[in-house]
């Protein structure tokens, strides 16, 4: 009775939704509208470089019987278009080598001009679950700084866990109103994303978007809200840098209108860049609503109507920076002394770097250079952190920096899951790999009897893999079983998974 009385709710308010979206769309392209919200949405994934490449993909797809299409304007990711078992129940999904997310969010992020090799500051600036904050690293190479912020304390849980899956070190979370950004930072970043709250009138509910009835007093708020943030994007971005602007609405109050609004408040001080060749066919954004036109650069958006590449309905711009905003400076939130921080002094982080050359054959060293990060010490654990963000950001309380690399124990620093997950591949050494009957065991956290390969000192933590490859966790060599070092978090219920 329930889910009947939602399900009609919802087809109540998609019809609501497209009534009001009916007026701005010829009568051809109604037409093909109504037939794509027909087709059920086709679900896809965005690989993860930092764990995978892109022949694992189509590795994967001969595994899990899985049909691929790319999708045209993102080089990482695929529309999974039949799939003998679902792209959520896999090991890799579980273990972060990809992430599932609809194809028109992969849009914003891919309209960004990163320079090979530059290390851009980047602020993202509503960013849980951290879909687009994890496509952010993966674009820089983690070799620059993600800052991935988000007002909503409850949502920032899950923006941690999906940064700690995915394995960067250049990233901090922190949980700020989005507004005060530019008042705090005024002409700091590379490129600034505001991925922005909204009504979320996409046309195709989901369960991660559902659609639901929007009043217009709230798509007013909404609004104001949105040009708060952009205006305080546009201040904390540097002259000539980037940023995009995002919504997963169609409601042109939400996406023409606070661009339109933000022109006219601020001629000449930015503008919309055409991004006509990130994408395979133009998909315009509107040039005006019945009763007004809009500032003639808008018409630079994007606009995704779902019918234009088979996605969900979404708007995005690209914004460049031309000259400063008027800032009104803010003072900084309340410093936080990072008591139980400590940075570990060169020899401490040699000594750290032989032990893991010792055990693994893993350069800790090499690693840190190459992400420009340093080692501190906060209680038991290692964590590498970004050095740009000392460099920037100080005293700035943040939920989350880095990357956990090492866990105090009695017989020294042991790598943590985290680090071997993301760097294991590269190990030479100190891995043990599980007889394909046990794979199953293991991922539901259980230890499991010595495995005959095992010429390794007791005691010792080893890197498990499977005969696939694929890196499982950490386990430690006891006389008799490898003992299960799983996290808990990625424990796993049999029925949940394929192996
Ligand atoms: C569309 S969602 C972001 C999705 C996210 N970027 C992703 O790709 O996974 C919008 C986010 O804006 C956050 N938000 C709402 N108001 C905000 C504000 N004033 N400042 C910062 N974040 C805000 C919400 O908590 C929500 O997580």
Redesign the pocket.
């Known amino acids: 009775m329930n889910a009947k009385k939602a399900s009609l709710t919802t087809a109540q308010v998609l019809e609501d939704a497209l009534a009001r979206l009916r007026p701005l769309l010829s009568p051809q392209e109604w037409h093909a509208l109504l037939a794509e919200l027909e087709r059920p949405p086709v679900p896809a994934i965005r690989l993860n470089p930092l764990k995978a490449e892109p022949k694992d993909v189509y590795t994967w797809a001969g595994w899990y019987g899985w049909r691929l299409e790319p999708i045209p304007f993102c080089p990482m990711g695929w529309w999974v278009v039949e799939a003998a078992t679902p792209i959520s129940q896999t090991i890799e999904h579980r273990l972060g080598y990809y992430y599932i997310q609809e194809a028109a969010?992969m849009l914003p992020v891919e309209l960004f001009d990163f320079p090979a090799g530059s290390r851009p500051l980047v602020l993202?600036?509503?960013?849980?679950?951290?879909?687009?904050?994890t496509h952010l690293i993966a674009r820089t190479e983690d070799r620059g700084l993600v800052l991935a912020?988000?007002?909503?304390r409850d949502?920032l849980t899950a923006l941690r866990l999906v940064l700690q899956s995915w394995g960067a070190i250049n990233v901090a979370v922190t949980g700020?109103?989005?507004?005060h950004w530019g008042g705090w930072y005024a002409e700091t970043f590379d490129a600034v994303l505001l991925?922005?709250?909204?009504s979320m009138q996409s046309l195709r509910p989901l369960e991660s978007h559902p659609m639901r009835p929007i009043t217009p007093g709230e798509q007013q708020r909404l609004a104001q809200?949105q040009v708060a943030?952009l205006l305080s994007g546009l201040r904390a971005l540097k002259v000539g840098g980037q940023m995009v602007y995002a919504?997963?609405t169609l409601a042109p109050e939400e996406d023409e209108g606070v661009l339109d609004l933000a022109l006219r408040h601020y001629p000449g001080l930015f503008e919309i860049e055409s991004v006509e060749d990130r994408l395979p066919a133009p998909a315009p954004a509107l040039e005006s609503v019945p009763g007004y036109t809009y500032h003639p650069q808008v018409k630079y958006a994007v606009r995704l109507w779902p019918h234009r590449f088979h996605t969900a309905g979404f708007f995005a711009a690209r914004l460049r920076k031309l000259a400063s905003f008027p800032v009104e400076e803010k003072q900084l939130p309340r410093p936080r002394r990072r008591e139980s921080w400590r940075w570990m002094k060169a020899a401490n982080v040699n000594q750290v770097a032989e032990a893991f050359r010792e055990a693994y054959g893993m350069d800790l060293e090499a690693i840190l250079e190459a992400h420009q990060a340093g080692l501190i010490r906060r209680d038991g654990t290692l964590y590498a952190v970004p050095l740009a963000f000392e460099r920037h950001f100080g005293d700035l309380p943040v939920l989350s920096l880095g990357l956990a690399v090492a866990e105090d124990s009695p017989e020294g620093w042991v790598p943590t899951h985290d680090w071997i997950a993301r760097f294991g591949r590269f190990c030479t050494h100190g891995r043990v790999q599980l007889p394909s009957d046990r794979v199953a065991t293991w991922l539901q956290g259980e230890d499991v009897p010595f495995v005959p390969s095992l010429p390794l000192p007791s005691n010792r933590v080893v890197l498990v893999t499977d005969e696939r490859g694929r890196i499982l966790g950490r386990g430690r060599v006891l006389r008799d079983r490898l003992k299960n070092l799983l996290p808990r978090r990625l424990v796993l219920q049999r029925t949940s998974f394929v192996v």
């Open positions: 969010s993202d600036m509503a960013a849980s679950p951290g879909g687009k904050t912020n988000d007002s909503s949502r700020f109103p989005g507004e991925d922005a709250p909204c809200r943030l919504t997963c």
